[in-house]
């Protein structure tokens, strides 16, 4: 399988960090909830932006420049919008390579990784309209480049980037339209958590609380240390006739995904095979489980019923909710409930076969004895 040298590599790092952090605190193990902390920081300081934050052509650079240099810790709160901005993607990948390398994307984790490829589009969308609401010269460079490439998008391009613009050209509507996607967007976000979480029994959402106040701690002395900047705008009396520049500067946020389409369209590629480069990624990553041939379901729990005594251990430490207690009926026994596994959410970790105390459930082809010494190795790595 090809991901187990990769896998190999993220639990050799993983296990290298524990030395760093303790197993306690490895941000490693919070690569899901890490995302979750900088959703909330970039709540909070957006909170303060968007009170002050005035969204036409006319004012809006005129706002966030006050936010930056006249408004009492402005441009901290800036600094630290921007900079949880550039941790959430950081996170969101790092997430989505670990859930992939360790071969925990597939089969009975599709739901969240489908739902996961449509968040990493939303963070993207999410991020690209809070960078075009600053309309410096960077902004409307991007704005420019970022609707001329959805124009270019076959069939639906022009109604796309009109849609995108609120019209036919940049107005004080187009703002508004970001504005929308910028703080729209995040709602429908929180209902694809929902669904992202749905099939996780216990999901790692929080990270501990000593990684917050150290990860809070670090957010707010790097924002103070290095205070984002503010670009120009050379024609305030029109800033959409500003002038563009040839290229947007390095940002850690676009970097990660915009930078290729952008390096690629600067480069004389024809705008048609960016687009559809651009498509092919998230069509890519959704298409991905499916390449994996190795079936991880080929074997799943079966209960023997007449050593089921209907105690719900294993149901209760099923972490795939893959098992049901059902009434056992009028079967001759004195037990009144009976545990089944429905196969399609069975993960075959084996954790029910730990939990019974009397070798009821089982995973054939897998001993006994091997799955507790499995359970027994796995809580003993540090
Ligand atoms: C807003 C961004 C995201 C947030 C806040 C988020 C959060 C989480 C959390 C908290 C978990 C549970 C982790 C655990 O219990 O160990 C999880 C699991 C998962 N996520 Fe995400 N996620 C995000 C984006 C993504 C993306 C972009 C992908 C992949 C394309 C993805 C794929 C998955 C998968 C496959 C699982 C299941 C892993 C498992 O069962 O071990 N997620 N996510
Ligand atoms: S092996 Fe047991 S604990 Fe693991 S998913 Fe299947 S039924 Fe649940
Ligand atoms: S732990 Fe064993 S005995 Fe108890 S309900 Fe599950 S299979 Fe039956």
Redesign the pocket.
Known sequence: MYTEPLQNATLWLERGLNKLFSQKYNPFYY???L??FF?WALFISGLLLFAYYQPTLATAYASVRYITYELPFGNLFRSIHRYASDG?MIF?IL??FR??FTD??REY?IV??VT??V??I??FIVGLSGYLLIWDQEAVTLANMTFNLVGKTPFVGAALAEALMAGKMITDYTLTRMMFLHLGIPLF?MFM?WL??LR?T????EPPLALVVMLSGVLFLFSAAFPVELGVLTNMSDPAAAPLLTAVSPNVYFDLLYAWPQYLAAHNVAPLLVVLLVIAVPVG?LILPYLQKKALRDQFAVVTRENCTGCSLCYNDCPYEAIEMVDRGNDGTRFKRLAVVDPGRCANCGLCVGACAFKAIEIPRRDTNNVLAEIEAALTVS
Do not use: E
């Open positions: 690569h899901g909830a995302p979750n959703i959430m969101v997430h989505m859930v992939w925990r994307y984790r969240p990784w996961g490829v968040l990493l939303i963070t976000m958590l992202h979480y996780i216990r999901p790692v959402s990553l």
